[in-house]
């Protein structure tokens, strides 16, 4: 199966970064999202992202011919002409059931369907649409334009077929990916969300200020950002939700999300997008 035209759902940073990988790398990409405000700010946020890369010499081609490869669009009935699909929603088990039901009712019975959720389990999804061989986990990395993994899960009826053309799809976007098996979190949130968790929970503790707690792991630990700026950068939700799923998929107390964080997310406070995380940003 030739894979010209690649549909990705969801406009959100993830989303956006997706359409702009698949589209420098020659591919059509159809972008769709509910919102068009999001549509527009996913254009605006690709635009920038180009300007550097191309400034850097990363992207040789022009902004303007990459981004003409690019579809925006709020109706889904659009996605029906997509080769292969990549869901980008926000992390929750009822939105994607809703998308992924949508999604296999309307696209072709060969194309194959992939989630970028970053801690459900694949089965489950893949239960909610009629392809569950044709169904698999496709997780990009947080910025997808600079990162370069991208973890590949598959589900218990994910075909040995899908598996390879994902894979090779993976290489032709210039990700190098990595095979992950279908657990809470997968190989990378498992490690990475405990770790953020109990950051919050050394602050709230009053182990350390913000700032100790995140010049001790860059200086100390090599990390090129610690986990409070890193959390603010995901998103505050996203890492709360992120390990609930951890939580409630495992029924282990060490997966307990912090107080302070839940506290934060309750307030409003999710990080670099809203303005205020653990760093303030206004």
């Keep these: 199966m030739e894979i010209k035209k690649i549909g990705v759902v969801g406009a959100g940073t993830m989303g956006s970064g997706i359409a702009q990988v698949a589209a420098s790398s020659g591919f059509e990409v159809i972008l769709q999202d509910i919102s068009q405000e999001q549509l527009n700010r996913a254009l605006k946020t690709m635009e920038k992202s180009l300007d550097k890369l191309i400034e850097k010499g990363k992207v040789s081609e022009a902004r303007e011919s990459i981004l003409s490869r690019v579809n925006i669009t709020t109706e889904m009935a659009s996605l029906k002409e997509a080769d292969f699909v990549i869901e980008a929603v926000f992390e929750n088990v009822e939105i994607k059931k809703q998308v992924l039901q949508g999604l296999d009712s309307l696209l072709r019975a060969e194309v194959i369907i992939t989630s970028n959720t970053s801690s459900i389990s694949i089965t489950r999804l893949a239960a909610f649409t009629s392809r569950a061989d044709r169904f698999m986990g496709m997780h990009f990395m947080n910025p997808v334009p600079l990162m370069a993994l991208v973890e590949l899960v598959k589900g218990l009826q994910t075909s040995t077929e899908t598996y390879a ?3 090779g799809l993976a290489e032709k976007m210039g990700k190098v990916p990595v095979e992950a098996s279908d657990f809470p979190g997968f190989i990378s949130n498992r490690i990475l969300m405990p770790m953020i968790n109990e950051a919050v929970f050394a602050l709230m503790e009053g182990v350390g200020t913000v700032e100790a707690i995140d010049t001790v792991m860059k200086l100390g630990m090599n990390h090129p950002m610690g986990p409070l700026a890193l959390a603010d950068l995901i998103g ?9 799923v951890l939580y409630e998929g495992f029924r282990d107390p060490k997966y307990r999300p912090c107080p302070l964080l839940r506290k934060m997310v309750e307030a409003g406070y999710l990080g670099r997008k809203s ?8």
Excluded at 236 to 244: A, G, H, Q, S
Excluded at 275 to 282: K, Q, V
């Design 165 to 167: 053309i994902v894979k």
């Design 236 to 244: 505050l939700d996203v890492c709360l939700n992120i390990m609930e």
């Design 275 to 282: 303005g205020r995380g653990f760093y303030n940003y206004s």
